[in-house]
């Protein structure tokens, strides 16, 4: 009986052993983002994502307009997939999700908008201040001189998992802390509003990851711990267990300290050690040198401003004269005036506002625009220095009658060239070559 009982013992034990494991179903949506961040009425907008599963799986972007869903294939390029969404009108709010389906499963990332022709809001103030595993809380800081509201900003704990995400209520002033609480203590907390609770726990004595990020996914700050036995060993904390919080002295370094919820920092002793992108990425240098004209044209009477570079630029103040006169200023920029990197700002003649009654108000110039004059068109930054010029005529004396060019365009060919007569092209690329421009 008990042979009998081994032999049948062994056929189960070989039958399982010779069970191949089944491969993990899931998928994993990550880095979700979307380009340019300042999004005018004419961008259309680039959403990439980096997703990845052990099975083959097909991945889309659905967003919605005015409450109606769309969806659009994504492409590859490794892990990274993109989708474009199309240009919208003005004041469009644009919500969008990604979605990865594979033959076990389906899922989504977090849903993310962006609002079409809103004023860019500048996040670079914003700090990771403190963070507290015992008492499971994270504390946001506003280094800057302005309020900035957080609608759309969100944080990552440990490069996967969205844990908060603000909304338009949270504005936080210059000099003030926001303080979030884990949800694994909301009870101790009864009086914390619930849109300042985070989804997940957070750990005292273990590496932990908590970045902060930009509703379009851009990186703000990053808290990286990747060896905290380094800092048991070094201060002697009993099971690597930080003894209060970590958090930044004035020096900006992240250090052991005790806990100050919604307060100023106590500057600690101890450094954290092991700790990787805990110093705020550096925002590149605005280079508004890239800021051109680009295309100017007397017959549907446009000027066409151009971003040659890789940064949306703001150039609220900025403005236009025309024919040497250099306080009869034509246009100003307001503060919603984004050239995106890459793309274009439209102004119409007021002559022709009519003929446009979707464009933007602040977007038309005070002048005419001739095909058949001698003229100078001068873009200057805000403090009064000149940008850019066209100019077309030798003589220096503006508005004289000459050559006719209708219907075609004074533009630089290809885009931020050199200036040639061209087809016009408004809001969109230019020739990649011209004509000479006749000067009489």
């Known amino acids: 009986m008990k042979k009998i009982l081994f032999v049948a013992l062994a056929l189960v034990f070989g039958l399982v052993s010779c069970v191949k494991d089944k491969p993990y179903p899931g998928i994993t949506i990550t880095n979700v983002s979307y380009s340019p961040t300042a999004v005018t009425e004419f961008s259309n907008v680039t959403v990439s994502a980096t997703i990845t599963s052990f099975n083959d799986f097909t991945a889309k972007l659905v967003y919605t307009v005015n409450n109606g869903n769309n969806e659009l294939v994504m492409t590859a390029a490794g ?4 989708a474009v969404i199309p240009a ?30 809103a004023v860019p809001v500048n996040y670079n103030a914003l700090r990771l201040n403190e963070l507290n595993g015992n008492d499971k809380f994270i504390e946001i800081y506003n280094t ?30 210059a000099g003030e802390y926001l303080l979030l609480y884990s949800v694994d203590v909301q009870q101790d907390h009864p009086e914390h509003p619930a849109n300042l609770i985070f989804s997940t726990g957070l750990s005292a004595k273990k590496n932990v990851r908590i970045q902060l990020f930009t509703p379009a996914g851009e990186s703000i700050d990053d808290f990286n711990l990747v060896d905290i036995d380094q800092n048991g060993a070094a201060y002697n904390y009993p099971g690597n267990q930080a003894p209060a919080s970590y958090s930044r002295n004035a020096d900006g370094d992240w250090y052991y300290s005790d806990a100050t919820p919604g307060a100023a920092n106590v500057d600690g002793e101890n450094i954290v050690l092991g700790l990787e992108g805990g110093t705020p990425p550096t925002p590149p240098t605005p280079d508004y040198t890239n800021i051109v004209l680009n295309e100017l044209n007397g017959d549907t009477k446009f000027i066409e401003i151009y971003n040659k570079g890789e940064l949306d630029l703001a150039i609220e103040g900025w403005y236009i004269t025309k024919d040497g006169n250099e306080t009869d200023i034509k246009w100003t920029a307001d503060a919603t005036v984004v050239v995106p990197a890459h793309g274009y700002v439209l102004l119409y003649s007021v002559d022709v506002q009519v003929d446009h009654p979707e464009h933007p108000e602040n977007l038309f110039f005070n002048s005419g625009l001739s095909a058949k004059k001698t003229v100078r068109i001068a873009l200057y930054m805000a403090d009064g220095t000149e940008r850019d010029v066209f100019t077309r005529g030798t003589t220096g004396e503006w508005g004289q009658t000459i050559s006719n060019v209708s219907p075609q365009s004074y533009a630089r060919t290809p885009d931020g060239g050199d200036w040639k007569l061209a087809d016009p092209t408004p809001n969109a690329a230019n020739p990649a070559t011209g004509d000479d421009i006749p000067q009489e």
């Open 88 to 117: 919208q009108p003005n004041n469009t709010t644009v919500s969008f999700y990604v979605e990865a389906s594979n033959k076990d499963v389906t899922t989504t990332s977090a849903t993310m908008s962006y609002t079409v022709g």
């Open 79 to 82: 892990d990274v997939f993109t």
């Open 144 to 173: 800057g001189n302005e309020a900035i509201n957080l609608n759309g900003v969100y944080i990552v704990k440990d490069g996967t998992t969205t844990n908060w995400t603000g909304d338009n209520s949270i504005n936080l002033n």
